[in-house]
């Protein structure tokens, strides 16, 4: 009874009470405009579902189509983006993790990273227009591809140094101990340990590119036409939407909910394999 009365106790049970009150209102907040999206993007993109959607190209205004010129050129771009940046990313992470440690390059490539990390993607995308499109005289999907690695290298670099910094140092010493050479230690136990950290930051880093429209529209811009040719304009699922949800033809509007349904059910996808995968993310 003298705690209740205390007015020390009634002041902190009711801004515990407030607080939790409003993180709950919050997060509620936060997920009926998720909700929200998720189901306004169901139901417009549900409609839109058929296998002509999987098979043929971007029609004309009025015409029927899909959106398989689209989706073979994200894939594609994606790919390459995924090629040029992963090991450069890794490597750079595994220099910072096991070479560079304390120093103050170090400290440098983390803070630069860090700003790349957060830039806007349209500057990533002005910066590749001038330095490849410009010169090249076209927009090409290999410029697209380019500007998705840089989007994708802060993040591979940030995971990798995180999950190399996260393998205990006694496992570093025990392979050291038994004479093998610095490199192989890295190679055949870090990389071993940290593999499930480090494929989970690559599937995020996917996630993140695959939905990017403004860079694309400086470097790959799109095509009408079904094409696999990387060193001119390319067709890409961003792209696409943004066009045909801003024309005022239904035909090009359903595509654009059906290629915006289908985008965000890779970004789920691949994150909940991530999710999966993080569960095994510390060293055994």
Request: aromatic letters at 10%; zero cysteines.
């Amino acid at each position: 009874m003298n705690a209740v009365r205390n007015p020390r106790y009634l002041r902190r049970r009711f801004w515990n009470i407030f607080h939790l009150s409003m993180a709950m209102i919050t997060t509620l907040f936060g997920l009926f405009w998720l909700v929200w999206i998720l189901w306004t993007t169901i139901s417009y993109g549900a409609t839109a579902l058929n296998l002509e959607l999987f098979t043929g190209d971007t029609p004309a205004p009025g015409s029927i189509g899909g959106l398989r010129n689209a989706f073979v050129g994200s894939l594609l771009m994606i790919g390459m983006a995924v090629i040029l940046g992963t090991p450069v990313g890794i490597l750079a992470g595994t220099f910072l993790a096991e070479f560079a440690q304390g120093s103050r390059l170090a400290a440098a490539i983390r803070f630069f990273n860090d700003i790349l990390l957060s830039a806007p993607s349209i500057v990533i995308g002005l910066f590749i227009y001038a330095v490849v499109v410009v010169p090249m005289g076209s927009f090409s999907g290999f410029a697209g591809a380019l500007s998705l690695a840089i989007l994708l290298l802060p993040v591979i670099l940030r995971t990798t140094d995180e999950m190399l910094g996260m393998v205990p140092s006694t496992m570093r010493e025990a392979a050291l101990a038994l004479g093998a050479p610095h490199w192989k230690m890295i190679v055949q136990v870090n990389y071993r340990a940290a593999r499930s950290g480090i494929l989970t930051g690559v599937l995020l880093a996917v996630a993140r590119i695959s939905g990017e429209t403004a860079p694309l529209l400086f470097t790959a811009l799109s095509n009408q036409f079904f094409s696999t040719n990387l060193d001119k304009p390319i067709a890409n699922v961003p792209v696409v939407i943004f066009h045909f949800a801003m024309s005022p033809y239904p035909e090009w509007q359903h595509l654009a909910w059906a290629g915006a349904l289908i985008a965000a059910m890779a970004v789920l996808a691949l994150s909940l394999v991530s999710r999966f995968l993080i569960k095994d993310r510390s060293p055994r």
